[in-house]
């Protein structure tokens, strides 16, 4: 299956990414986003966080602290892609809600929640700096908006066939 | 009264340059400000600064060239320049215009920077989610190097300095000086007790400037042209032009610049295009969602530090977020506080448990299950935070909350009494 060769190939090894960072407390953050970024499930694993810890000689404790605070890590399995949804004060006047309703019933799924395929997680964040292109959204790290509900099917089947 | 036009100074580059070519930069007079700043002494510069008056931008307006002197002044030998990169105040997206479209302007001030204080290394603290940004920064970066504009004896001096990315990895409260250099060490972001501030106790226990990117942004042109130059522009308390995130209901929501002290008025009708559909303007909130939000009454105010306080509200970021008739004061604010219980970082009780107070004192109000004595609640919880929060997130949230319920006192009470209004139900509904 071409999907799953594609998973495989992305599995770059664990030591060989948290080698690249020097052994020093402050590298934490940029270490667990590396290995977030490396596992096509956008979460870090049991095995990343005890790998971050071994390598920078922390206490597992203080990673697992300080990766329960940041909203960009996650300790489950999300999607492929992460649509961020804004639903700060100017998006939320200019339309969030139905937005983010509209998205819901796109995707067949809740805020928090990822599609059965595994290909998008929806999460609702606040101000993405945005605002002028308000109610605005992020896919991974690129930016869409003003986006009326009506946009929503064609944005995430144009996403969908792009990233396929 | 003086006419304001739209003055370009920090935005001259953006959309007329390559933001991926230095070239681009250098042909446009780009690091002559580092050239000129390393002719004269590190003390020198910081006098430039302090000369020119420049403020702040990050919100709270504090004398750059006195955060710098304090840095300057002190005896360790190693300190550090922090760019603070983490917008997240909503309505915001001045810093990352200014990133995507003309990094090297920062670069620029922030090696400026580390020579004035005696740095050696810096760091640009960039939320996560500014995935642009962080790209069109570590290119200039490496580009910078290339030319000997960063790293070891910078344009044949005796001054190395080195710069390094770091993204965040989403939580508002970074933003905060302290707890973005929490962050930076590795640790989650919970703001520090202050005093000891960053100057004499910053990233790693060592004094530390950490200065917002607009703020930055100035250092390059007033090295060039002068403090008395830049004194010119704006006004005597806040020299220096300022960019103003205009979103909300407008024709043009978009970031403008003009000279500090423009009108609020100014910025709506001229800048922003007005209001769609001819629509009538209900209130403004200015600053982000720590900001005031403004009656129509007071669209006259000059868009400075001074001019702001002296009304009871604060330039903040500089963010204008406007809403027309249609909107509802409640809703609005309803937004901003669950703004607030999101981002609690929930290090200290009073915010921790005064944000998720309000908004269900609030929600009463919305539904009308409340009672008239539930306004007189709310105020007593934002005073006590204003008192006992740790950190100026949980101590700003008074102010938002006590300017609606002083200018929008009627629409408070007509929802206690009549209940929710088709807005607040749309809120009210999904969020049940
Ligand atoms: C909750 C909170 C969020 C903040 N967010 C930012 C921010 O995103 N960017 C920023 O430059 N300053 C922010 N600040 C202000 C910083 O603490 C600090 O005052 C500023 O970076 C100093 O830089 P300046 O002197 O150049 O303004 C925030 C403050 C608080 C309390
Ligand atoms: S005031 Fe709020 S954000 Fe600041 S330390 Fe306390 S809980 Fe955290
Ligand atoms: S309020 Fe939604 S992007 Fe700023």
Known sequence: MREGRILLARRVNRQEIVRKFPRREDQLLPLLHALQRANPQNYLTPDDLRAAAEHLRLPLAAVYDAVTFYSMFSLFPRGRHIIRVCRSP??????????????????????GETTPDGFFTLEAVSCLGLCDRAPALMIDGESFGPLAPKDVRELLTQYREVKR | MKAFAEKKVLLSNVGAIDPERIEDYLDRGGYEGLRAALKRSPAEVVGEIKESRLRGRGGAGFPTGLKWELVLKSRAKTRYVVCNADEGEPGTFKDRVLMEGDPHRLIEGMTICGYAVGAKRGFIYVRGEYALSI??????????????????KILGSDFSFDLEVRAGAGAYVCGEETALLESLEGKRGWPRIRPPFPVDYGFRGKPTVVNNVETLANVPEIMCRGAAWYRTLGTGDSPGTKLYPLSGALNRPRLVEAEMGVPLRTLIYDFGGGLPGGRELKGVLVGGAAGAFLAPEELDVPMDFKSLWEIGAGLGSGAVLVFDETACVIDVLWSVLSFFAHEACGQCTPCRVGTVILLSLLEKVQNGSGDPAVLEKMLKVTHLMKVASLCPLGQSVRLPVETALEKFRREFESHLKEGPCPQCKATTEVHA
């Open chain 1, 90 to 111: 100017t998006c939320h006047l200019l339309g969030a809600i139905p937005l983010i309703e509209a998205l819901e019933r796109e995707l067949g799924i809740r805020i």
């Open chain 2, 135 to 152: 790209r069109r920064l570590e290119r200039a970066i490496s580009q910078a190097r290339q030319r000997g504009l960063l790293g070891r």
